[in-house]
């Protein structure tokens, strides 16, 4: 049994979600399907984690073992060659069979992206939260998004539902930016962390926003975070705009040597 | 009868191009029904051109008359809201009745993208050529496009079939470039002309590609052009990698001072 470590970027508009439900297209079960197609083996795959429904991935990370004497260049051109044009294979690589990819995950880095002009963008309409009521300050957005940065308990940041052990995570970084030209009207929010709770970056971004558009001083967001209580945060930001950008493992966790 | 000038966006992907035809989806059919929803009336409109099937634009300019006492800024907002979101409405202003956005037509600008990468960008694989047969010397393309600036004969780019007079045309910039970092693997082709035939633009970006790839030489595109016969000229590019960029009208045109 070789294992085989992917690189995948989605457009996460017409899937429900990253997991196998009946009924349903996920990225899971279509990614499975073409793997099948390929190795004419039956593969159970596992991601750095679950991407909700309407969330994108340019950096997606997952895994699976098989019995195949493919390459990891066939294989990336088979997959692609089979897949459909929302999912595509960026790099396959060769791993230890110890490899997992959700739990060696060192860090993670999503992207949120607003769209905040008069008129929508036709072009970039799936890929964006466009927020047309009135210019966002993002500038203290940015200063209020500071005081997150560091260990703390996110719980008041985390989706109820969900069935974590602990909701103390690590962001190493946060910013938020305006674009500058003709991107002036973008504001793109990236958080950095060593894991993320349940709707996670959706509560942040809901929560800046409210900082942005002058409901709340700068002070709020952390005076949310120090609540750990999610009923005192802003609303959870539409999932269109999320992006997964980029997954890194540790160093043990790297791909077989040539 | 007060005139509108509007400019317009859309994403050409589920549209069969601009004209209204029976049973089909088109871009003026759905931008008259948005209009007759707003003003209450039913009105004709004319555009700058018509655009192809799949075919997309970023400002494309077109005008209707109508009997309405709302003001531009009024019909902005309300037309936007009825519309799709394949299509928007960047900005209108009332123009004198005797402007004409086919015939005052001053310049158009059209801008072709090129994906020059081993694997499909699922975010922009509506808008764009995936090419993927290895590298294209963007370069050279860019040196064998030159020649065509001026004022030719450019029958050997355009589509038979078409009714035109003249298939005389002046190009006033044409340029091919490579993107750099994240956009290496993108190329850009903008033509500007003070008119354009049909199929022209993609006839030249078919051309200049077989120069790209290596299958035609650097002085080939300016042969193309002297021999003012289609069949000699490289294959139509896909159309979905085509963008009405700007409509430029002359001065005499411009709307009704404040």
Same mark, same amino acid.
């Given at each position: 049994?070789?294992?085989? =470590?992917?690189? #995948?970027?989605?457009?996460?508009?017409?899937?429900?979600?990253?997991?196998?439900?009946?009924?349903?297209?996920?990225? /899971?079960?279509?990614?499975?399907?073409?793997?099948?197609?390929?190795?004419?083996?039956?593969?159970?795959?596992?991601?750095?984690?679950?991407?909700?429904?309407?969330?994108?991935?340019?950096?997606?990370?997952?895994?699976?073992?098989?019995?195949?004497?493919?390459?990891?260049?066939?294989?990336?051109?088979?997959?692609?060659?089979?897949?459909?044009?929302? #999912?595509?294979?960026?790099?396959?690589?060769?791993?230890?069979?110890?490899?997992?990819?959700?739990?060696?995950?060192?860090? =993670?880095?999503?992207?949120?992206?607003?769209?905040?002009?008069?008129?929508?963008?036709?072009?970039?309409?799936?890929?964006?939260?466009?927020?047309? /009521?009135?210019?966002?300050?993002?500038?203290?957005?940015?200063?209020?998004?500071?005081?997150?940065?560091?260990?703390?308990?996110?719980?008041?940041?985390?989706?109820?539902?969900?069935?974590?052990?602990?909701?103390?995570?690590? #962001?190493?970084?946060?910013?938020?930016?305006?674009?500058?030209?003709?991107? =002036?009207?973008?504001?793109? #929010?990236?958080?950095?962390?060593?894991?993320?709770?349940?709707?996670?970056?959706?509560?942040?971004?809901?929560?800046?926003?409210?900082?942005?558009?002058?409901?709340?001083?700068?002070?709020?967001?952390?005076?949310?975070?120090?609540?750990?209580?999610?009923?005192?945060?802003?609303?959870?930001?539409?999932? /269109?705009?999320?992006?997964?950008?980029?997954?890194?493992?540790?160093?043990?966790?790297?791909?077989?040597?040539?």
């Amino acid at each position: 049994m070789r294992s085989f =470590k992917l690189l #995948i970027s989605y457009d996460g508009t017409n899937f429900f979600g990253w997991q196998t439900q009946p009924g349903r297209r996920t990225v /899971q079960e279509t990614l499975e399907g073409a793997i099948a197609s390929v190795t004419g083996q039956s593969v159970h795959i596992i991601s750095s984690g679950r991407t909700d429904t309407g969330v994108h991935a340019l950096g997606q990370v997952v895994a699976f073992g098989a019995e195949t004497r493919l390459t990891p260049h066939v294989l990336l051109r088979a997959l692609n060659a089979v897949l459909p044009q929302d #999912i595509s294979v960026q790099d396959v690589s060769e791993v230890h069979g110890d490899f997992h990819p959700t739990h060696d995950v060192a860090r =993670k880095r999503y992207r949120y992206l607003i769209h905040n002009g008069p008129v929508r963008d036709v072009f970039r309409r799936r890929y964006c939260w466009h927020f047309n /009521q009135g210019v966002l300050d993002a500038e203290a957005m940015h200063r209020a998004a500071l005081p997150l940065i560091g260990t703390h308990d996110f719980s008041s940041f985390e989706t109820a539902g969900s069935e974590r052990n602990s909701s103390v995570r690590t #962001i190493f970084d946060i910013f938020v930016r305006r674009g500058s030209g003709e991107e =002036k009207d973008w504001i793109t #929010i990236e958080v950095e962390a060593d894991g993320f709770l349940y709707n996670m970056v959706r509560a942040i971004v809901g929560t800046l926003v409210e900082v942005g558009r002058g409901v709340e001083p700068e002070s709020w967001p952390a005076e949310v975070l120090r609540a750990a209580d999610r009923s005192v945060a802003g609303p959870t930001a539409p999932p /269109q705009g999320l992006f997964l950008v980029m997954v890194d493992y540790e160093e043990r966790s790297e791909g077989i040597e040539e």
